[in-house]
C-alpha cells in the first residue's frame, strides 16, 4: 500500500524536472522579485531555481550526521546542502514572509521524508501493516519566533511534504511545544545550543494520547548541530514514542570541507554524510523511488 501510494505523489512528479518544477512551484504566488537574487517579477528566477536545485545532494537524500554527532539524535535524512540558493530560500521563507516557497522547500522535505521512512524497518512496517498514521512531528517555534512570524512556516512546508500520502499513513502532528524560553541559537557554539534547549519542549496534553506508541519522524528545515532534534526525539520518547526518526530540508556542511567542495554537492564523509556502509539501510527507498 505504501509504494502505491507513493507513486501517485507529487513528489514523484517533481522529481523528473527538478528545476523547471521547484520554479513552477515558485511561482505559485503573485510575482515578486526573486528571493535570491532580487530580479524582477519571478519570486524564484531560472537561474536561482537551478542554483537552488544544484544544492540537492545528486543522488537523492541521505543520511547526514553532524559533527560533533550529539547523544539521542535520532537518524536524520537530508535533501540537500544548506548553502548558496537554498540557504536564501530558507532564510526569504522563514524570515522575510515568501511563504509562497513553501512548495519548493516541501517538495524537498518530501525527499526527505521518503528517505527517513524507507531507512527505518519500523516505519516500513508501520505501513505495511496499516497500523498507521506515522506522525510528521514539525519542531516548535519559539513563541518570541511564532509572535515575530505570526505563524509556524515550518507547519507548512510539513504539510506540503505529507502531501502524496494517504491521511492513514503520514500526517502533520503540531505535538510539540515550546515550554521554556530559550535563547537565540544563532550564534550559539554545537555545547551550547544543546544546554540551550535540553528540556526546552514538551508534547501538549492533546497530542499525548496520539504520541503513546506513535511512529514519529521530526522535521526541520535546516540540520546544524542537531541540539534541536535530540531535544525533539527526547520529548517525543517522554511522552512514550515508539520509534524516532528525523528529516530536514536541508544540513549545514562544515566550512573547511564547504571550501574544499564547494560545489560537488558530494561531501566526504567528514563533512557529515554517512559512509556508504553505514547508510545502506537507506537502499529500499531508493528502490521505491526508482519505481514511480
Ligand atoms: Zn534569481
Known amino acids: 500500500m505504501w509504494s502505491t501510494t507513493r507513486g501517485a505523489r507529487p513528489g514523484a512528479a517533481r522529481s523528473s524536472g527538478p528545476v523547471d518544477a521547484l520554479r513552477d512551484l515558485g511561482a505559485l504566488a503573485l510575482p515578486v522579485d526573486c528571493a535570491v537574487c532580487g530580479c524582477p517579477d519571478d519570486p524564484l528566477c531560472a537561474r536561482c531555481a537551478a542554483d537552488l536545485a544544484a544544492c540537492r545532494w545528486p543522488t537523492g537524500p541521505r543520511q547526514v550526521r553532524p559533527r560533533p554527532c550529539p ?17 536564501a530560500v530558507v532564510s526569504a521563507y522563514k ?35 496499516a497500523n498507521g498514521p506515522v506522525l510528521v512531528v514539525p519542531v ?5 519566533a511564532r509572535r515575530r512570524r505570526g505563524d509556524a512556516p515550518l507547519v507548512a512546508v510539513a504539510r506540503v511534504a505529507v502531501g502524496g500520502y ?38 501538549t496534553t492533546r497530542w499525548e494520547p496520539v504520541v503513546r506508541g506513535a511512529a514519529c519522524v521530526v522535521v526541520d528545515d535546516v540540520l ?17 514514542a515508539r520509534v524516532v526518526v528525523a528529516a530536514t530540508v536541508c544540513a549545514t556542511q562544515r566550512r573547511a570541507d564547504a571550501a574544499r567542495h564547494p560545489r560537488s554537492g558530494q561531501p566526504p564523509p567528514a563533512s557529515g554524510a554517512v559512509p556508504a556502509g553505514r547508510a545502506a539501510r537507506s537502499g529500499p527507498a531508493q528502490q521505491t523511488r526508482g519505481k514511480r
Open 166 to 203: 494517504a491521511a492513514a499513513e503520514l500526517v502533520v502532528a503540531e505535538a510539540l511545544a515550546p515550554r521554556r524560553r530559550v535563547a537565540d541559537q544563532a550564534g550559539l557554539a554545537a555545547r551550547e545550543r544543546a544546554v540551550n534547549l535540553e528540556h526546552s519542549m514538551t508534547v
Open 224 to 240: 546544524t548541530t542537531g541540539a534541536t532534534l535530540v531535544e525533539a526525539a527526547r520529548a517525543l520518547g517522554a511522552a512514550g
Open 71 to 87: 547523544p539521542g539524535l535520532p537518524t536524520v535524512h537530508s535533501a540537500g546542502r544548506y548553502a548558496e540558493a537554498l540557504a
Open 140 to 144: 516548535p517555534s519559539s513563541a518570541a
Open 95 to 129: 524570515d522575510d514572509g515568501r511563504r509562497q516557497h513553501a512548495g519548493v522547500l516541501g517538495a524537498l522535505l518530501a525527499e526527505s521524508v521518503d528517505a527517513a521512512v524507507g531507512a527505518s524497518p519500523e516505519l516500513l512496517a508501520v505501513l505495511a501493516g
